[in-house]
């Protein structure tokens, strides 16, 4: 039996949601699942092509934003006029799926800010419709757009959250299903390479730091917490992994900066970087597929995250014994503990980064220590041939139901 399904999928860029999907639809087992793919224009389409996955591309894919830190006020109202303006291409690709691949069994929306797409995936296609929620959602504010939020997950025929977290910002009414991302790392794992007699006076500690090159991901609190390192005198070399998530320059860049939506982030570091002559310090390799290589040259990942969510690069570190500094408050277990997978920093900004960096420089054993636990965690919690199995459980319920209709 070959389940066909209809994968949505609301950026272009090659990120951690994308990524996690790629690696979940590769390890279904063989002739399990047949996987198509709507998506916006950009690196995605190309990639998912690339291992054999059906891509229609467009435009842009309508969202409705009530996440935790992208809920809107203020001029992020203004995003919306944007969002109104991806409708028609929302439509026009939903609808293009539909003549196109004649027989889908089950629409999957890959984050429930796609809520045209969950509409739409109900009226257009009329089979079981699963949403996934990646992010945490923003419990205390918007009441009229929370309450949208609770009409769309009752849409679904099963909601699946990535981990304990997310989970928790939902009703505790919905029935949701927590399944966590599953990696592949298709080279063998390192050994814990580091020891109480590193000093890390013969080479400089490596702090690896991968994601997108905007304010919320926290590179601006890296960049600063640098300078303290340098400031100290650490033997510390920072190595950034990522690029911008749109092009810079022309109208829209401008507009966007003017209405405090972006920032030239890249231009801001370089500068920064130049005023304090960080260039020996910080080393920038822009955006890479194997991911992999940059994590086996680092003895520590620094996640400083706004967003207070344990996020896809804490656990592939993981899973090559390489422990993390997370920007989170009351992490679930099932990600992350505090002292033990990594260290766990409440506030958002460059003295809580330098401190926890300074720590592990202070006391390289830790590394190794949390490293190992870290990696015990992983492999226990996000496991891909496991996960993917559960995933593939969820749809087979849903198929075999819509068949006895």
């Avoid at 690709?93 to 027989?103: G, T």
């Avoid at 690069?313 to 993390?324: G, H, K, N, T």
Wanted: with cysteine.
């Amino acid at each position: 039996m070959i389940i066909s399904v209809l994968y949505i999928h609301h950026s272009g860029v090659f990120g951690g949601a994308s990524r996690s999907l790629l690696e979940l639809v590769r390890a279904f087992p063989e002739g399990a699942v047949k996987a198509h793919l709507i998506t916006q224009r950009g690196k995605v389409p190309g990639i998912f092509r690339e291992c054999g996955v059906e891509v229609i591309e467009t435009l842009g894919i309508s969202q409705f934003d009530h996440t935790r830190f992208g809920y809107y006020r203020a001029t992020r109202y203004l995003i919306l006029l944007r969002e109104l303006a991806y409708v028609p291409f929302t439509i026009w690709s939903m609808l293009k799926a539909r003549w196109q691949w004649k027989n889908i069994d089950i629409v999957h929306v890959n984050e429930i800010t796609n809520a045209l797409s969950i509409l739409l995936a109900k009226l257009i296609f009329r089979c079981p419709l699963v949403v996934h929620v990646r992010s945490v959602q923003q419990g205390e504010k918007g009441g009229l757009r929370k309450k949208l939020v609770l009409w769309l997950l009752k849409k679904a025929d099963a909601v699946i959250a990535i981990d304990s977290t997310v989970r928790n910002s939902l009703p505790e009414s919905q029935s949701v299903h927590i399944v966590h991302n599953g990696f592949n790392l298709r080279q063998q794992p390192l050994q814990a390479k580091h020891y109480a007699t590193d000093e890390f006076s013969e080479r400089p500690m490596k702090v690896l730091f991968v994601g997108g090159l905007v304010v919320m991901k926290g590179i601006l609190d890296l960049v600063q917490a640098a300078k303290m390192c340098a400031d100290a005198h650490l033997n510390v070399k920072f190595f950034i992994v990522g690029d911008t998530p749109r092009e810079e320059g022309g109208v829209k860049s401008h507009l966007l900066n003017a209405l405090g939506f972006s920032h030239d982030v890249k231009r801001y570091c370089r500068d920064y970087i130049a005023e304090h002559q960080l260039e020996n310090l910080i080393e920038f390799s822009g955006f890479i597929l194997d991911i992999e290589s940059a994590y086996k040259n680092a003895d520590v990942l620094c996640f400083p995250s706004h967003l207070n969510a344990v996020g896809r690069p804490v656990i592939e570190a993981a899973l090559l014994r390489v422990p993390s500094i997370v920007a989170i408050r009351d992490a679930a277990e099932d990600t992350m503990i505090h002292q033990n997978t990594g260290i766990c920093i409440v506030e958002e900004n460059a003295q809580s980064l330098f401190d926890a960096v300074n720590y592990y420089y202070s006391n390289p054993v830790e590394i190794s220590r949390m490293g190992e636990l870290a990696y015990q965690l992983a492999s226990e919690n996000f496991n891909i041939s496991k996960n993917s199995e559960k995933v593939l459980g969820i749809y087979r319920d849903l198929y075999e139901s819509q068949a006895t209709k």
